[in-house]
């Protein structure tokens, strides 16, 4: 019996000291039972940056995905827009994600080891809707190759353009017509996604003593920039309408910049029809018999650069007015997507893949030349330049309008600068109205820059007490004609595209009426 004791005493004793001997259980790896043990001595409460970390182990790496801490206090979202801001733009894709436990939520009571379980094995991952709210210090696991898309259209706040902004864009007026240089990321109308980045809000600036402000007689797409025309009356807007359902009524050339070596001159015949890609419109070939509608570009080739794979000048002048027209000739017609057209380059590029058309402007090389030489991503190259009609008086007008600062840019890069200066010039001998000369913009001009001056001491004011600077009485004025229809209360059948034709759904004031432009819509 006292040898049983003794023996159970002594092996205590050495089981004690092999313990004290031991080394710590975070710093011994080890399989077996010491293994589990050592996971759950060391899987206790996470670090707030980095809740994979354990102390005295290697930096555990999470793969392809990243993790975001929520902070304490942050204000209660839906975990599907949070993704929908951070990660993914697409509503679709972003259910997609958290469904298939690409995305997931990880309780701040959870240990490391729960941590890398749930990043290592979808199985161990926990169940995350869309509708659950992030709690504070919660963490997010998701794709950190993922970025949201840039949003299409800066919002702007209601009279934050310069005094007298639009007035100096006004290339040509006369008593019955008005023509202005259009920037490019302003939209013509207002829209779901515009905010206050549209020129309809600014029209009454170009009454000049009318009794109603300007209509516009065609539209351009927020990515182009240019020459646009507006009707000054509804006689004058009345004519442009018959005339361009007649054909008769002007001509105009768009300037793009192509990727690829296109033939000297000839015409696109090429049917086109609106698919839904993803969340645009695009246009597309399509025989006339399975719904395509007809659609004509004359083109000429102005200059070719050998650069960059291969670069053409192109003047366009579209016969007929369907969506994205010069856009999808450009890419399925020509082979030659414009520079700075992501959306229809991949589907040339795809186009190009499919049918074995070789060649060089859709190389790796190519596309890195042209990042090299005009940049990363490069704003869409096809401008409005010119614009000829007839008055009421049967006088002819030339209308030009100047390159965008990018695109101008762009042509200094492969040396077609010469060009463009003599086409500015010779643009300028042939019209004879010049704005420095004009009496009511002199005079609009100076009565915007009185009242900006006059209102500066309130802005300082308002930004020194923190406050938000309220539009004066003519903008808000302005921002109500353009709401609520002002002077376009009157219904105008829509003549025939002359550009391109809007998608379903634009152009639409909420209570269902078209707005009032004559014809025309985006390029």
């Given at each position: ?161 310069p005094p007298g902004w639009l007035l100096k864009r006004v290339l040509y007026k006369d008593t019955d017509f008005l023509a202005i240089n259009k920037p490019s990321g302003w939209s013509v109308q207002p829209g779901k996604h ?209 390159l965008p600062e990018p695109m101008a840019a762009s042509f200094e890069a492969l040396g077609w600068t010469s060009f463009l200066r003599r086409s500015d010039r010779e643009a300028q001998r042939g019209t004879d109205w010049d ?38 009485e003519d903008w808000a004025a302005a921002e109500t004609a353009a709401g609520a229809g002002g002077a376009y209360e009157e219904e105008a059948e829509w003549a025939e595209d002359v550009q391109d034709e809007a998608p379903k ?19």
């Open positions: 019996m006292a040898t049983s004791v003794l023996t159970r005493r002594s092996a205590t004793a050495a089981a004690t000291t092999s313990t004290a001997q031991r080394p710590p259980p975070c710093m011994v790896p080890g399989p077996g039972a010491w293994g589990v043990l050592q996971m759950r001595l060391c899987s206790g409460p996470v670090t707030a940056d980095e809740p994979t970390f354990r102390p005295g182990d290697r930096i555990f790496d999470l793969g392809p995905f990243a993790v975001h801490r929520v902070p304490e206090n942050a204000a209660p979202v839906r975990l599907d827009r949070w993704v929908m801001k951070n990660v993914c733009s697409n509503w679709n894709a972003t259910q997609k994600l958290i469904a298939s436990k690409q995305i997931w939520i990880v309780p701040p009571q959870h240990t490391t080891d729960q941590h890398r379980k749930s990043v290592m094995l979808p199985r161990f991952r926990p169940e995350s809707e869309g509708k659950m709210h992030l709690e504070p210090r919660s963490y997010v696991y998701f794709p950190k190759i993922m970025r949201p898309a840039e949003p299409r259209r800066r919002p702007t706040v209601v009279g934050s353009e515009v905010g206050g980045m549209h020129l309809q809000r600014l029209l009454p600036t170009l009454q000049f003593g009318m009794d109603e402000a300007p209509r516009f007689v065609h539209r351009l797409s927020t990515e182009l920039s240019g020459v646009i025309l507006l009707a000054r009356h509804k006689a004058a807007a009345t004519y442009a309408k018959d005339m361009i359902r007649q054909r008769a009524f002007w001509e105009r050339s768009f300037w793009g910049v192509a990727c690829g070596r296109t033939p000297k001159a000839g015409t696109v015949a090429l049917p086109l029809a609106q698919e839904r890609r993803h969340d645009r419109e695009v246009s597309k070939p399509r025989r006339e018999d399975d719904g395509g509608a007809p659609a004509l570009t004359e083109y000429r080739t102005v200059l070719y650069s050998p650069m960059a794979g291969g670069l053409s000048l192109l003047e366009m002048n579209p016969y007929t007015g369907r969506y994205h027209q010069t856009r999808a000739h450009c890419a399925f017609g020509l082979r030659a997507p414009l520079l700075g057209d992501p959306l229809y380059y991949e589907l040339s590029n795809r186009l190009n893949t499919e049918t074995e058309y070789k060649v060089r402007y859709h190389s790796e090389d190519a596309r890195r030349e042209r990042k090299e030489l005009l940049g990363a991503m490069p704003s869409l190259h096809l401008h409005s330049r010119q614009l000829r009609l007839k008055t009421f008086a049967g006088k002819d007008v030339h209308v030009t309008a100047p704005i420095a000369e004009d009496p009511h913009i002199n005079a609009a001009l100076a009565e915007a820059e009185a009242k900006a001056e006059a209102d500066r001491p309130r802005r300082r004011a308002a930004a020194a007490e923190g406050e938000e600077w309220a539009e004066g759904g634009r152009g639409r004031r909420p209570g269902g009426r078209r707005s009032a432009v004559v014809g025309g819509a985006p390029s």
